[in-house]
């Protein structure tokens, strides 16, 4: 082809045809203008092929890892509600001293509102891949874009919060390092001892149950309980509903 049109060229300037040859050397530029434009064209729809089917790619991983995160949280939730219902049974026995629970009971709400440790830890690495990659710009869908961006730091303020929670967790366990209580017992009549092959000495066993009557044991249990629902109603529910708008948006986006 390009031996053709050097012939053309060849032949109109040998006729002297100057006039003619210019505006076939113009028509040339413009057939080579269009030839790169169509080339461009289909390098872009190339490169939008591939950049959606790496969107798809991207979001249905996103997908799989809100969902296990959504599940992790849903559990949570209900760990912490189950700490605050325990706390609050607790403080009914302070409030009514006549009705003191047995030792097993009272063993079985401490055990139940304080041994278990509230920490989120959401499923991230393909999110924290796009970000430090760069690659979240491949998600054509802008908001979607916005709250995985705000995700991270919203994370970084529900640790936060947790650790607020931990404290005041750490503070109401403090209460069996003294002398004066006894976490054995506590670990006994909730079957722990037995669970973890610990020896059971012929000792007698402390009661616990003096910490009813403690204002320093009831503050730090009013504490726990405040820090609980605000981890719950603050951070846990809002995360939760930004969590379904991130799955909602998401699963909007797959094909």
Known sequence: MIKFFRKIRQQL????????????????????????????????LNQERINKNTEQIYLHGLEEEFKTSKLKLEELIQVNQGNIDGAKSILKYIADPNKSPGEKEFSQLLYQSFSSDIAFNPNNSLLNEMINSGNL????????????????????????????????????LNEFRTEGNSLQTVLKQVGVYQQLGIPIGPQKEQSNLKLLS????????????LASYATGEAHYQPLMREMEQILSLIQKEID
């Open 13 to 44: 300037l040998s006729k002297n045809q100057v006039s003619k040859y210019l505006v076939y050397a113009f028509g040339e530029i413009i057939l080579v203008v269009i030839g790169i434009l169509i080339a461009l064209g289909i390098n872009n």
């Open 137 to 172: 710009k491949i998600l054509s869908n802008s908001e979607l874009r916005r709250l995985l961006t705000n995700w991270i730091s919203t994370l970084e303020d529900i640790k936060r919060q947790e650790n607020e929670l931990d404290i005041q967790r750490e503070h109401v």
């Open 214 to 225: 403690s204002s320093a044991f009831e503050n730090n249990i009013l504490m726990f309980i």
